[in-house]
Nanobody, 121 residues
């Protein structure tokens, strides 16, 4: 089985920073794209940012210039550095990884359990 374990959420004042981490573990042959999504109360889950195995990144317009995604391929871990946080960034943040468990299996998407980020004004 595969597990994605997130850490680093919490409560922060507007303008502050948080760093999220997500480590994938278990039976893993290779990891492709990794990313972060978020879901605010009453809203649909949305893509925040993603990173390829080679390090190419993309960001939602709402977080460009404030959030930075990175990954450590040797540790199957992805990070999200969030700066200049705003109250509208408040949400549950979910880690996502597209990975292959064995060489013969198709890649599948896996999700973390979610971590709450609350930004107070």
């Amino acid at each position: 089985q595969v597990q994605l374990v997130e850490s680093g959420g919490g409560v922060v004042q507007a303008g502050g920073s948080l760093r999220l981490s997500c480590a994938a573990s278990g039976r893993i042959f290779s990891v492709n794209d990794m990313g972060w999504y978020r879901q605010a109360p009453g809203k649909q889950r949305e893509l925040v940012t993603a990173i390829t195995k080679g390090g190419s990144t993309n960001y939602a317009d709402s977080v460009k210039g404030r959030f930075t995604i990175s990954r450590d391929n040797a540790k199957n871990t992805v990070y999200l550095q969030m700066n200049s946080l705003k109250p509208e960034d408040t949400a549950v943040y979910y880690c996502n990884a597209n990975l292959r468990q064995t060489p013969l299996r198709y890649p599948s998407d896996y999700w973390g359990q979610g971590t709450q980020v609350t930004v107070s004004s």
